[in-house]
């Protein structure tokens, strides 16, 4: 079982950057690849970025690809989310997600456990 705490999300102008952080606790932390989804108003849920167990590869919507990084350390049972030059339509909730493999995935499917999510609002 993995719990998972997001945070870091707030109101920010456009062109601002903000980090979350996802802190998970539980068992098995360390061989789960880790993902960033979020939902906007009326839109389904997209994935964001993701990351396998070791850090060593990364994956990337095209949307926010040269914009976010993700990263984790293991020490700390945490997962990033780095958010640069930010707009409007990078406002949503934003997820964090363990995947039940350590490789990494970008469907939601292959994600066992979500956090309650934190909510990230871009103004213009």
């Known amino acids: 079982q993995v719990q998972l705490v997001e945070s870091g999300g707030r109101l920010v102008q456009a062109g601002a950057s903000l980090r979350l952080s996802c802190a998970a606790s539980?068992?098995?932390?360390?061989?789960?690849?880790m993902g960033w989804f979020r939902q906007a108003p009326g839109k389904e849920r997209e994935f964001v970025a993701a990351?396998?167990?070791?850090?060593?590869?990364?994956y990337y919507a095209d949307s926010v690809k040269g914009r976010f990084t993700i990263s984790r350390d293991n020490a700390k049972l945490t997962v990033y989310l780095q958010m640069n030059s930010l707009k409007p339509e990078d406002t949503a909730v934003y997820y964090c997600?363990?995947?039940?493999?350590?490789?990494?995935?970008?469907?939601?499917?292959?994600?066992?456990?979500w956090g309650q999510g934190t909510q990230v609002t871009v103004s213009s």
């Open positions: 997600a363990a995947d039940r493999n350590p490789r990494g995935s970008m469907y939601d499917y292959d994600y066992d456990y």
């Open positions: 539980g068992r098995a932390f360390m061989s789960n690849a």
């Open positions: 990351i396998s167990w070791t850090g060593s590869s990364t």
